[in-house]
């Protein structure tokens, strides 16, 4: 079956704009994850949704970030005011249930460039 | 706050030898460690998940230990090959949200 997807693949903005990235898990999982991964640098978490609701946005790393999954199902990622320090690959996961043992499906990710 | 460490950063062998990859963690109360593969430009494939009660998991020639107690595991790649080339990535979860280390990177010579 198919994956999760994420698109944009790419995006290039210049600062101070706004973005939106966008997350199409795997069909069923209720588990959707947000991961950021800087250059050199593993993924680091930002947000977890069980369903519709944000479960823990903890890894947020400021107000300018902000996500939504209002069907359960596809997830936007949005970003305003963007600056230079943003720039990285975004990451969506989801997997079955959300619990401790279940494994992350990861897609392939969208780089986001800010200039 | 849960810290993942990979060593080493970057290893480079000839085909066939056999590849050792490590992972260190700070906080031993974890649920599961993940061993992912990344390739350029992509995003993550899992490899092997081990539960926190597990000692190891096999996949063909991919076997993954832990050692919870001590924070560590170890992910061997048999006779490697060049297709094997990519960063492969720790993951330890403590409930749902994993923590990464930084990868290493392998390059498998021909």
């Known amino acids: 079956g198919a994956g999760v997807s994420q698109t944009p693949s790419n995006k290039v903005t210049e600062k101070g704009k706004y973005v939106e990235l966008r997350c199409d898990p795997i069909?069923?999982?209720?588990?959707l994850y947000w991961y950021r991964q800087s250059l050199g640098q593993g993924p680091e978490f930002l947000i977890y949704?069980?369903?519709?609701?944000?479960?823990?946005d903890s890894g947020l790393p400021n107000d300018r970030f902000f996500a939504v999954r209002p069907e359960g199902s596809v997830s936007t990622l949005k970003i305003q005011r963007t600056e230079r320090g943003d720039s990285a690959v975004y990451l969506c996961?989801?997997?079955?249930?959300?619990?401790?043992?279940?494994?992350?499906?990861f897609g392939p990710g969208t780089r986001l460039t800010v200039l | 706050k849960q810290e993942v460490t990979q060593i080493p950063a970057a290893l480079s062998v000839p085909e066939g030898e056999n590849l050792v990859l490590n992972c260190s963690f700070t906080?031993?109360?974890?649920?599961?460690l993940q061993w992912f593969r990344q390739d350029p430009g992509k995003g993550l494939t899992s490899l092997l998940l081990?539960?926190?009660?597990?000692r190891e998991q096999t996949s063909g020639r991919l076997n993954a230990s832990l050692d919870k107690s001590s924070g560590r595991s170890t992910l061997y790649i048999a006779a490697s090959q060049p297709g094997d080339s990519a960063t492969y990535l720790c993951?330890?979860?403590?409930?749902?949200?994993?923590?990464f280390g930084a990868g290493t990177t392998v390059t498998v010579r021909a």
């Open positions: 993951a330890v979860s403590n409930d749902y949200k994993l923590s």
């Open positions: 996961a989801s997997s079955p249930l959300g619990g401790s043992t279940d494994t992350q499906y």
């Open positions: 906080d031993s109360a974890i649920y599961n």
């Open positions: 069909s069923g999982h209720t588990a």
């Open positions: 081990i539960q926190s009660s597990q």
């Open positions: 949704f069980q369903g519709t609701g944000a479960a823990d």
